[in-house]
């Protein structure tokens, strides 16, 4: 295991400035989450550290080495694919045991640690099949088996989930929390999906256009987000966002959909209901204020109907305020 120090990478691609100067710290066992819209910078970040990209300017040190200059097979580290990247002619056992094949390792040490890493990941009836055989959440347990075998100081997972179907997803990502929990390898994972970064993350750093905009973990992101971008890209319904004057500077402010409650008789806000979606634990009611959708979430189940006033007040103690010019957060 090793920390990774990023150190004012940046990343040109020709005249395009993909990575902006980013510095990330991530401690020895740690699980990082590199987050944020398509086209961000994230896997190209990622990228860098494995050594599949130039770094244009900076350094990337791996376990306080610096690593620019070093080709991928020196770095220690392993890289799990979108795609799972496994070779069709050679069976599960051959794949998870590649890499050992190509370092010389002897058999019987190559033999023992596909044994063991198929034990970890349920594979053991699974070792003599080929990959065209295998379901898309078993190739991708081959795929994380072929990166513990070779027991190394990093893992890397390039948006590993987003070939599966939701509830595969949901199945998978814990299992790969386990399987960290269990070895304590620094990772670091790539996704562009929130609610990933929220459940699997010990630090998330969220990106937008090469830069960093907050880094943390997923609980003090969700509930101190440190402007507009991370508070609205944070968080499942997004927050709403009203704007309003203070008296001291203008602003925008934001309420987490939880943080709504149903109001009676005069009190409140009257709005317009639009869309109602009941998920069995949660109703989801989306409305209009003068204008401006706003998503509320109520653990009691209601029957609204589209068209249809109701009123709703916002828990102004837990409310988050924003320099509606800068999106920088104004409340502590």
Same mark, same amino acid.
């Given at each position: ?20 100067? @980013? ?13 944020? #819209? ?6 190209? %970040? ?80 699974? %070792? ?9 959440? +078993?190739?991708?347990? *081959? ?8 027991? #190394? ?17 949901? +199945? ?6 386990? %399987? ?9 994972? @790539?996704?562009?999906? +929130? ?61 987490? #959909? ?14 317009? *209901? ?17 204008? *401006?959708? @706003? ?38």
């Amino acid at each position: 295991m090793a920390t990774v120090q990023i150190r004012g990478v940046q990343k040109y691609f020709g005249a395009a400035h993909i990575i902006r100067g @980013v510095d990330i710290d991530i401690e020895d066992g740690q699980f990082a989450v590199l987050v944020g #819209p398509s086209g961000c910078g994230k896997s190209t %970040l990622l990228r860098m550290i494995a050594g599949l990209e130039q770094i244009s300017e900076g350094q990337v040190l791996i376990g306080g080495r610096v690593v620019n200059d070093m080709m991928p097979k020196e770095r220690d580290i392993a890289m799990v694919f979108q795609n799972y990247a496994l070779y069709p002619h050679m069976t599960v056992r051959d794949n998870m045991a590649f890499s050992l094949m190509l370092a010389k390792q002897p058999k019987a040490v190559a033999d023992e640690r596909v044994r063991k890493a198929a034990d970890i990941l349920g594979l053991g009836d699974l %070792l003599d099949r080929y990959p065209r055989q295998l379901s898309g959440g +078993q190739r991708q347990r *081959v795929a994380m088996g072929r990166c513990i075998v070779r027991d #190394p100081q990093v893992s890397l997972f390039d948006e590993p989930l987003s070939n599966l179907d939701a509830k595969l997803r949901v +199945q998978m990502r814990t299992e790969i929390k386990e %399987l960290h929990q269990r070895l304590k390898t620094t990772s670091v994972y @790539v996704t562009h999906d +929130q609610i990933e970064a929220m459940t699997m993350a010990d630090k998330i750093v969220v990106m937008r256009d090469g830069i960093v905009e907050q880094t943390g973990s997923p609980l003090e992101l969700y509930d101190h987000p440190a402007n507009q971008f991370v508070a609205g890209f944070i968080g499942s319904p997004a927050m709403n966002f009203l704007p309003g004057v203070l008296r001291r500077s203008g602003g925008a402010a934001g309420t987490r #959909p939880e943080h709504m409650e149903l109001a009676g008789g005069d009190d409140g806000v009257p709005t317009e *209901v639009v869309v109602v979606e009941p998920t069995g634990a949660d109703t989801q009611v989306f409305t209009k204020i003068a204008g *401006v959708e @706003v998503t509320s979430v109520f653990r009691d189940r209601h029957a609204f109907r589209p068209g249809e006033i109701i009123r709703l007040r916002p828990d102004a103690g837990r409310a988050h305020l924003f320099d509606a010019g800068t999106g920088v957060r104004l409340s502590p």
